[in-house]
């Protein structure tokens, strides 16, 4: 056959040849024993396995999108907050976002829902007692607790992962409420404080606080975790300013959650001693 004659063959070939049909087309099975409708799991870069049935799964494999949420940059990407909506503090133990909504899946859900395991995370701010729930986001990326079941399972692997499942996707959250203590942030010389964040790598934070008016002092609920780790960043009235929360000039009244092993850096007449790494009642933002 010559090199005309063969390219000639290839053109007429119909294109469906080539084109990938659905596992539950029935005749595409033939005599294979294959038994459909099966199961499609997805293993994610850091863990997370989502298990869909095998015939939805081919209908929608190019238009569902799934992340992970694992960094403080992830966070804000996906504009969630580690607070509940009553204002609480939360410990992730891993959060997990699956859309519907794009392309051809066009918002739909599933009739067969997805089996979604993400991989617990652990911290040293948690209490061993805590117990962890489910929540899922709302419009103002702060989470509410689901009642759908859910459960601790341990993977082939040896692994623990949190395991539920959902129809129509959304914003998920493994979590556990935290350890916290109040603390109060005042604005020095007129200024007016309208919005401040305290965000973390490690343990994952991202929570805002706002006064709802404009005044000077804002309330908050942060984490028992090392003030190093903790960033407080205002961008408001005659303030940007983005510092470590040790960094702030603070009144020096100890909460609860202090650290007793931290270095001595201030004593008050020799007296009392005030150590590093402490958690204040009290910050000053100039």
């Known amino acids: 056959m010559t090199k005309k004659t063969l390219l000639a063959f290839l053109f007429l070939i119909p294109c469906s040849v080539f084109a990938q049909k659905s596992p539950c087309d029935s005749s595409q099975r033939g005599n294979t024993g294959i038994s459909v409708p099966a199961d499609t799991t997805i293993t994610l870069s850091n863990g997370t396995q989502l298990t869909f049935n095998r015939c939805e799964f081919f209908d929608i494999r190019n238009c569902v999108e799934y992340k992970e949420i694992r960094t403080l940059k992830d966070l804000q990407a996906n504009g969630l907050s580690t607070l509940d909506n009553s204002g609480n503090v939360l410990l992730s133990c891993g959060m997990f976002v699956l859309d519907f909504s794009s392309g051809i899946c066009g918002g739909r859900c599933l009739n067969n829902p997805v089996k979604i395991r993400i991989p617990m995370l652990f911290s040293s701010c948690a209490s061993s007692n ?127 959650c202090a650290q007793k092993s931290a270095r001595v850096v201030r004593r008050s007449l020799g007296l009392i001693r005030f150590r590093e790494r402490n958690i204040y009642r009290k910050y000053i933002i100039e």
């Open 130 to 256: 805590q117990t962890n729930r489910l929540f899922a986001a709302d419009g103002l990326g702060k989470w509410k607790p689901l009642n759908s079941p859910y459960k601790e399972v341990i993977g082939s692997d040896g692994k623990r992962y949190f395991e539920f499942y959902s129809t129509c996707g959304g914003k998920f959250n493994c979590d556990m409420d935290l350890f916290y203590t109040k603390v109060k942030f005042k604005a020095k010389g007129g200024k007016k404080l309208d919005n401040l964040n305290v965000s973390s790598n490690c343990p994952l934070l991202n929570m805002d606080f706002t006064t709802g008016r404009r005044k000077n002092i804002i309330y908050a609920k942060i984490p028992c975790a090392d003030p190093d780790s903790l960033i407080v960043t205002v961008s408001d009235e005659g303030i940007n300013m983005s510092k470590p929360l040790s960094r702030l000039f603070s009144k020096f009244t100890r909460s609860k």
